[in-house]
């Protein structure tokens, strides 16, 4: 069975720092491209960051681009996601979600997320 | 930056079809993709490439694209598909998702 599993999330201050994972099974993980989507409370999804299976290719959203910064560990079946100078408009549920080559760019596979609250 | 409009509500009878557009700029020439979401759930993808469906999801969801527009169509729409419905393209090196449909059965 295909699971991802985020954790990390929390509360934490403005300006401050947080470091989620995501920890995969039930797939050969090194072979798939993966993402991380943010959905705002009562709000749409907004997708963050790419990474290829390899790690070479990474891309992100303008809105994070420089705070965020997503990496892999396919020895340990892992995605991480850093993120700094954490706002208030960051508070949010995490997911992060896969695809293989075979559905042309659609997440296949989605963990159940992790809540971030940014606040004093 | 790219953008990919959706109508935020759409309503349907139980049995009857629900058809939920998501315009952008030359959609027909990127591949589209739908995700239902229930709520407290995680997103799952209902229709990729334009009109395919995963394993698993039932054949009355379909999907199509072409010019300018891409349309999920739920066929004898079941009071199950109830949910909020997410466009998804890629744009050059970015993914852009629609704002949402809230699908309501009534």
């Known amino acids: 069975e295909v699971q991802l599993v985020e954790s990390g999330g929390g509360l934490v201050q403005p300006g401050g720092s947080l470091r989620l994972s995501c920890a995969a099974s039930?797939?050969?993980?090194?072979?798939?491209?993966m993402n991380w989507v943010r959905q705002a409370p009562g709000k749409g999804l907004e997708w963050l960051s790419y990474?290829?299976?390899?790690?070479?290719?990474?891309y992100y959203a303008d809105s994070v681009k420089g705070r965020f910064s997503i990496s892999r560990d396919n020895a340990k079946n892992s995605l991480y996601l850093q993120m700094h100078s954490l706002r208030a408009e960051d508070t949010a549920v995490y997911y992060c979600?896969?695809?293989?080559?075979?559905?042309?760019?659609?997440?296949?596979?989605w963990g159940r997320g992790t809540l971030v609250t940014v606040s004093s | 930056s790219y953008e990919l409009i959706q109508p935020p509500s759409v309503s349907v009878s139980p049995g009857q079809t629900a058809s939920i557009t998501c315009s952008g700029d030359?959609?027909?020439?990127?591949?589209a993709c739908w995700y239902q979401q229930k709520p407290g759930q995680s997103p799952v993808l209902v229709i990729y490439?334009?009109?395919k469906r995963p394993s698993g999801i039932p054949e009355r969801f379909s999907g199509s694209n072409s010019g300018n527009t891409a349309t999920l169509t739920i066929s004898g729409t079941q009071a199950m598909d109830e949910a909020d419905y997410y466009c998804?393209?890629?744009?050059?090196?970015?993914?852009?998702f629609g704002g949402g449909t809230r699908l309501t059965v009534l």
């Open positions: 998804q393209a890629w744009d050059s090196s970015t993914v852009v």
């Open positions: 990474i290829i299976s390899s790690g070479a290719t990474i």
């Open positions: 979600a896969g695809h293989g080559g075979y559905t042309y760019g659609a997440f296949e596979f």
């Open positions: 490439q334009d009109n």
């Open positions: 039930g797939f050969i993980f090194s072979s798939y491209e």
């Open positions: 030359k959609l027909g020439d990127k591949d």
